[in-house]
């Protein structure tokens, strides 16, 4: 039955693709990128996201047609703390107890996330008088490449002595100040599947091509990382040789790996695209209809 239904929908869609246009653009962008997690004790950051693409698109009807293609995205987040992290009943290099403050000024931690993405489209045209409107919805499937994190700010070590109801600040002691600590490391994000919308307004330039001017939304419907909170937030390693005195801190470790950060890693980005399209043939125009009829009645002999 499959086998004898095919090439009768073969013969009905011929007519379809004969008259249908391909059309093949290239298009970068750029614009405003976050990641929608929760920051305890800080706010979330944004970052620049851009992309470029290739897309071919086939126009079955003169308003409606499907797209598919190939692209690369970068998508990019982070978080601010100002917080004050607060270690009671430690020992200090003198073995006397006090309590460690340490406090975080504008501490900022940025990721970059890097995808290859695969797009599917359902795209719409609007012509207009001198221009077209373009219209694109879908999905794109984003494999991850590569990522990575870097943070720095401001780190101030602090000791309250309770029984001398005193703070200390003498750096030889490791209450130091330190804005030199900026740690980075690779992150590798997770495979994720995008939904995503355009508008472009294409300026014809000759009879193929056109330029677009437009804008675009992306957004990542699966978390492009896990927010597992096991590690604790610690700067043992902020300063060289100061390891030993802080031993009740954790060293440094991504964000992304402590409770400051919950709730789901969804990168998503809005920007603006350029780009060129180019039209490979056009549809058939129709003609007025000289009718055989007319000519004949005209070489008839006049009564």
């Given at each position: 039955m499959l086998k004898r239904s095919l090439p009768i929908c073969l013969f009905l869609l011929l007519p379809v693709l004969l008259h249908g246009q391909?059309?093949?653009?290239?298009?970068?962008?750029?614009?405003?990128?976050?990641?929608?997690?929760k920051v305890a004790?800080?706010?979330?950051?944004?970052?620049v996201g851009y992309g470029a693409d290739l897309g071919y698109s086939y126009f079955f009807h003169k308003n409606v047609g499907i797209g598919v293609g190939v692209g690369f995205r970068h998508y990019a987040g982070g978080?601010?703390?100002?917080?004050?992290?607060?270690?009671?009943?430690?020992?200090?290099?003198?073995?006397?107890?006090?309590?460690?403050?340490?406090?975080?000024?504008?501490?900022?931690?940025?990721?970059?996330?890097?995808?290859?993405?695969?797009?599917?489209?359902?795209?719409?045209?609007?012509p207009l008088h001198k221009i077209n409107l373009w219209f694109a919805l879908g999905a794109k499937y984003n494999i991850s490449v590569a990522g990575h994190t870097a943070a720095q700010g401001d780190i101030t070590h602090r000791g309250y002595y309770e029984k001398w109801d005193l703070t200390m600040d003498i750096?030889?002691?490791?209450?130091?100040?330190t804005s030199d600590f900026k740690p980075s490391m690779s992150l590798r994000p997770k495979n994720t599947v995008a939904l995503f919308a355009r508008m472009d307004v294409g300026i014809p330039l000759t009879e193929h091509w056109q330029i677009l001017i437009g804008v675009n939304a992306h957004y990542c419907l699966m978390p492009a990382y896990v927010?597992?909170?096991?590690?604790?937030?610690?700067?043992?390693?902020?300063?060289?040789?100061?390891?030993?005195?802080?031993?009740?801190?954790?060293?440094?470790?991504?964000?992304?790996?402590?409770?400051v950060l919950s709730g789901k890693a969804n990168p998503l980005?809005?920007?603006?695209?350029?780009?060129?399209?180019?039209?490979?043939?056009?549809?058939?125009?129709?003609?007025?209809?000289h009718c055989v009829t007319d000519?004949?009645?005209w070489f008839q002999p006049r009564r």
């Amino acid at each position: 039955m499959l086998k004898r239904s095919l090439p009768i929908c073969l013969f009905l869609l011929l007519p379809v693709l004969l008259h249908g246009q391909s059309m093949l653009e290239i298009t970068v962008d750029a614009g405003c990128s976050a990641t929608l997690y929760k920051v305890a004790d800080g706010k979330r950051l944004g970052g620049v996201g851009y992309g470029a693409d290739l897309g071919y698109s086939y126009f079955f009807h003169k308003n409606v047609g499907i797209g598919v293609g190939v692209g690369f995205r970068h998508y990019a987040g982070g978080a601010q703390l100002n917080t004050l992290l607060d270690y009671p009943d430690v020992i200090d290099t003198d073995k006397e107890p006090y309590e460690h403050r340490t406090y975080l000024h504008n501490w900022r931690e940025k990721q970059d996330l890097y995808y290859v993405e695969i797009p599917l489209s359902l795209q719409f045209r609007v012509p207009l008088h001198k221009i077209n409107l373009w219209f694109a919805l879908g999905a794109k499937y984003n494999i991850s490449v590569a990522g990575h994190t870097a943070a720095q700010g401001d780190i101030t070590h602090r000791g309250y002595y309770e029984k001398w109801d005193l703070t200390m600040d003498i750096p030889a002691h490791g209450f130091y100040e330190t804005s030199d600590f900026k740690p980075s490391m690779s992150l590798r994000p997770k495979n994720t599947v995008a939904l995503f919308a355009r508008m472009d307004v294409g300026i014809p330039l000759t009879e193929h091509w056109q330029i677009l001017i437009g804008v675009n939304a992306h957004y990542c419907l699966m978390p492009a990382y896990v927010l597992d909170g096991k590690d604790d937030l610690g700067f043992r390693n902020d300063k060289a040789g100061w390891a030993d005195a802080h031993y009740f801190m954790t060293d440094y470790s991504s964000l992304l790996h402590t409770p400051v950060l919950s709730g789901k890693a969804n990168p998503l980005s809005v920007g603006l695209e350029v780009g060129v399209r180019y039209i490979f043939n056009k549809r058939e125009k129709s003609y007025p209809c000289h009718c055989v009829t007319d000519r004949i009645s005209w070489f008839q002999p006049r009564r």
